[in-house]
């Protein structure tokens, strides 16, 4: 074997080697993307600036803002409205329940760790719509969280088809969602850290505002992204545990399409929910993203 | 076993920055620190030297307060502090990996203990650029830690803990992580910043040779236990037992049996004159260190060193520039000698009969039990 002797000429035609040895390696995903991801996402934008024709079909020649006029509608922004109230609800009810979880979870044993993580992610076993047909048996009128407030005294529940139970569902189904990147930023933290804080005079308290929530504040932010994002645009768990009774977004969405035939204002819908989620990754990078 | 520490003979215990009585800690089965008792002058640049799970760092953690005793009493001017919590204490620690907060600039790192105790932010700002600036970093305020070297990160964190008056400042191995350029500087900064501030610096390390530059009184421990507390120059010349003979310096370690008060006998019958203090028959050490022996032909030994020499043939020699490093094999183990090398200094070459001899109070007896190494 013969030694060759690394120039910057020979380096540099590495690099592009190994540049276009990667592109290659990624094709095959880049191709799957563009093709079902990028370009529906496409059409549904481009859809939400075309009219509904009489008969429920869609002119496409027509370029117009009428889709975006309607969601100004005092029926669509209630609905707007109402969505984001639950989905904050939701989010809030997540981080203040999943904090503390994960700063437990974080200072356990490694084999304590592990085995809550399991059950953190059981639910995930099976399917989601199932889970929420069995949410709706806990909280009907027969069920055991009835029959529960009953047996001591506090009568009937009755928050089945409320949007009680419709934050009850999401909190469920999304809790695991904080809890995972919560947890990564906790356990990553640097203990020595809060050993400093509290030697420079901080107390408990302190040391807590000042130095160990600034630190997770990544893992916070991821989280309440991840849960905000799909509770807003949820359809099983309002359709399924609210009754459909009260509309939000996602079943909006879904009677747009499949039942008024107005894909315009479907797609319009479908637009700016995704503009508000694409701002909230934005800030995510920008505050969040800065301290990884 | 000759583990007598000398925790009595600081002035009284009312000026001592901080007393240690009878302090003990386990973790679980583990005794960390093992009954020590040990006083700290105010002012003073105290060292706790050993090897890395002697109890050094458990010690000094239980000063700042991010560990409680097992057992015993820890006063800091006299005030009981041991199961007071850090942010009660009058102390500050520079962590070993200095551990600044990563999500504020030096200015809001230094600035963290004022605000903590109620200053103003224009108050804490003040401060901490003043002592930013003793600690030659003025100009580097708005840098996140990240943004420094490791040099600039260990003045950061000294000034941090610096600029909250602690009445003792600890520091866990310091300068650990420090190239070895950078750690001699910083050893000699560290010195003339504790003169200036006249507070008690506490500084653990495992490097006996910073702990000798730096320090006006040396711990030494070893297995959770202190076995002696003294100045550079008496750990090195008269330790108490074999450990400390062997972690403090370079020396030559030779089993003997004590004959009488004068007198101890060598594995090979030998009988070399050394006084100590121990009862015939005892099993102990005598510790010679390299510098204090000096090398000769086999028929030259001055007379008034009769007694304390010994003969053997050169193995080994490293020419260090100033000094001659021989191993001298004698009867039954190698012993080190270093001679200093002028251009008129004769050189033995390896296979040369040689004598050895030494100053009968160069050398030093230790007991042999317990620690050996």
Known sequence: MTTVLATPELEATNERQKRRRGFFLALPAYIYLSLFFALPLLIVVVYSFATRTRSGGTALEEWNLESYRKLGEPIVTDILLRSLTLAIITTVICLVLAYPFSYFLATRRELTRNIMLVFVMIPFWSNFLVRNYAWRVLLGNDGPVSQLTEGIGLGETTILFTPTAIVLGLVYGFLPFMILPMYAAIERMDWSLLEASRDLGASGFQTFRKVTFPLSLPGVIAGSILVFIPSLGAYVTPQILGGGKKTMLGSYIVTQFLTARNWPVGAAVSTVLMFVMLMATLIYFRKGGRTL | ?373
């Open chain 2, 1 to 373: 076993m000759g583990e007598e520490n000398e925790a009595g003979d600081v002035a009284s215990s009312a000026d001592a920055a901080v007393t240690i009585t009878g302090v003990t800690k386990r973790f679980g089965d583990v005794v960390a620190v093992d009954n020590v008792n040990l006083e700290i002058a105010d002012g003073e640049f105290f060292a706790m030297l050993g090897p890395s799970g002697c109890g050094k760092t458990t010690t000094l953690r239980m000063i700042a307060g991010l560990e409680f005793p097992t057992e015993g009493s820890l006063k800091i001017f006299g005030d009981e502090v041991g199961t007071l919590p850090p942010n009660k204490r009058p102390v500050n620690t520079v962590f070993q990996n200095y551990a600044l907060f990563p999500h504020m600039n030096v200015l809001d790192n230094v600035a963290f203990g004022l605000k903590m105790q109620g200053a103003s932010k224009s108050e804490a700002a003040s401060a901490a650029s003043e002592m930013i600036s003793l600690v030659q970093l003025g100009g580097m305020e708005k840098r996140k830690p990240s943004q420094l070297s490791g040099g600039q990160q260990q003045r950061v964190a000294l000034a941090r803990a610096l600029v909250n008056k602690p009445k003792v400042l600890l520091l866990d191995e310091p300068l650990g992580a420090l190239d070895l350029k950078l750690r001699q500087e910083m050893q000699t900064e560290l010195k003339s910043l504790q003169r200036e501030l006249g507070v008690s610096f506490v500084f653990v390390t495992h490097d006996q040779e910073e702990a000798l530059t730096m320090s006006d009184r040396i711990a030494v421990m070893h297995e959770g236990k202190l076995l002696q507390v003294g100045s550079a120059e008496e750990l090195y010349d008269r330790p108490v037992n074999r450990f400390v003979a062997d972690f403090i310096g370079q020396t030559n370690l030779i089993d003997a049996t004590v004959a009488d008060a004068d007198m101890i006998v060598l594995a090979n019958g030998t009988k070399i004159m050394a006084p100590n203090p121990h009862l015939a028959g005892t099993k102990v050490a005598m510790s010679l260190r390299p510098e204090s022996i000096s090398i000769g032909a086999s028929d030259d030994i001055p007379e008034e060193f009769q007694a304390t020499s010994l003969q053997g043939e050169v193995s080994n020699v490293v020419y260090l520039g100033h000094s001659h490093v021989y191993t001298v094999e004698v009867d039954w183990m190698p012993l080190e000698v270093r001679t200093n090398a002028t251009p008129t200094s004769q050189v033995y070459k390896p296979g040369s009969q040689v004598a050895i001899w030494w100053d009968r109070r160069s050398d030093w007896v230790v007991p042999d039990e317990g620690f050996s190494s």
